[in-house]
Structure formats: C-alpha cells, structure tokens
C-alpha cells in the first residue's frame, strides 16, 4: 500500500473490485499449490490482510524493507522446498507461465527458474521459481537492495546458481502490464474493461494483443483531436 507512484495500488478498485484480487483470482484458480500473500506489518497493510481472509488466502506479515525475511518466514511455516515468486503489481499474471517455469526448475538441477534473465516478456509476467536451500544459503550475504528484492543476488552473482530462463520467443520486455503509476492502473482497468471473458482465462500474449489495440485505438482518437 506503501507505493510512492501509486499510493494504495493493490487495494485500488478496477470496476469495483480490488487490484490485488485480480492476480488472487488467477492464482487460487490455477491449482498450483498453497498461495500467500508475504505483506509488511505497517497498519497501512491491514486491508491487505482482510481481503486476504474474505478470499480464504494466508497473509503473513513483516517487515516492511526487509521483504527477504517475510518469504524466510513463509518457508518455516509452510515447509516450502521452492517457492513461486510473483509479485502484487502484476494482476493479469498468466498462470500457464507459472507452470512452464515450475516444469523448468523440475526438469534437472536448478536453484532458480525465471523468466527475467533476460526479460523478454512483458513487464507484469515476470515469475521465477526458487529452491528454499539455495535462498537460504544467500540470504546471509544479502545487502540491503538483496532483501527488498528477494532475487537481486542471484542475478549478481549468476556464476554462483543454477539458473534456469526460458524465454518468450520474442522480445516484449518493453510492454507495461504491471501496474506502477496511475497510466498503468488506467490501461489496467480498461483491459479489463475489455474482456469478453474471465481474466483468469487470458494468456499473457492475449494481454499483449490487447494492449496493443488499446494504444492504436487511443493513438488514432489522439490523431482526430
């Protein structure tokens, strides 16, 4: 709720019903296992965790910066052996690339799956897989900027993992679908606006296809001004 761009974004409504909510609906729908929401424990977040209860999803809460230590706390309690990492500012999250990342960490040694190594999927469809033993084991040299990121580190230090990327077969790094200012939160809502069915049932290219019109369509509204 702390976003300095979009101030409470992830409680925002989109007709009539909170961002967060979206990529909740989307997860709790894709049967892939336990979903918990990792929030700080500033009163701000109380919202958080009461959407949390309507839905039926486990909130748990620490500390604000330290963003590293609430996912430490999510493997203890739950006994996660890997984890899945998306993050909240991403409510039209394509749950098949969820799938595909889990097959590729499964497929042989990996400590870490992503699809952001390099990015070239949209901002918004970022996803990676992440072994407990090996998130563990660099936690203790995390920095500062390694524990509000979670995976800052292994990026850092790639020679020290098994990193895993699969890759979208063409570059669409540079297209928003995440929602960090209130341009994005606009396009946002008015994708949704636009759908002719169920968020949960678009695939990520289905997003992009979508963003895409809205642009010419706004461009060509633009241009008759």
């Known amino acids: 709720m702390g ?13 009539g019903k909170p961002m967060l909510r979206y990529q909740l609906e989307t997860l709790l729908r894709a049967d892939l296992g336990p979903v918990v929401v990792a929030t700080s424990d500033l009163p701000a977040d109380d919202g958080i965790e ?9 909130c748990l809460r620490g500390d604000e910066a330290d963003v ?42 990996c400590d870490l799956a992503t699809n952001t190594f390099p990015r070239s999927f949209p901002k918004g469809q970022s996803v990676e897989v992440l072994g407990s033993p090996a998130f563990n084991a660099a ?9 509000e ?3 800052r580190y292994f990026y850092r230090h ?4 098994l990193i895993r990327n699969f ?13 960090d200012t209130p341009e994005d939160f606009e396009r946002f809502e008015a994708l949704v606006a636009g759908a002719d069915r169920p968020h949960w049932q678009y695939g990520w290219s289905d997003w992009v296809s979508a963003a895409e019109a809205l642009a010419k369509s706004r461009a060509g509204d633009r ?3």
């Open 139 to 147: 936690r203790s040299r995390f920095d500062a900027g390694d524990r």
């Open 167 to 179: 890759s979208a077969g063409r570059d669409c790094g540079a297209i928003q679908l995440s929602v």
């Open 158 to 161: 790639p020679g020290e993992f």
């Open 149 to 151: 990121h979670v995976t």
């Open 50 to 58: 009461a959407l949390c209860a309507k839905v039926g999803t486990p």
């Open 3 to 15: 976003s300095t761009r979009l101030p409470g974004k992830v409680l925002r409504e989109a007709l």
């Open 223 to 225: 241009g008759r001004a």
């Open 68 to 109: 590293a230590s609430r996912f430490s706390a999510a493997i203890e309690r739950f006994g996660f052996r890997a984890f899945v990492r998306v993050c909240g500012d991403s409510p039209l999250m394509d749950a098949e690339l969820i799938r595909r990342a889990l097959r590729e960490f499964a497929s042989g040694p």
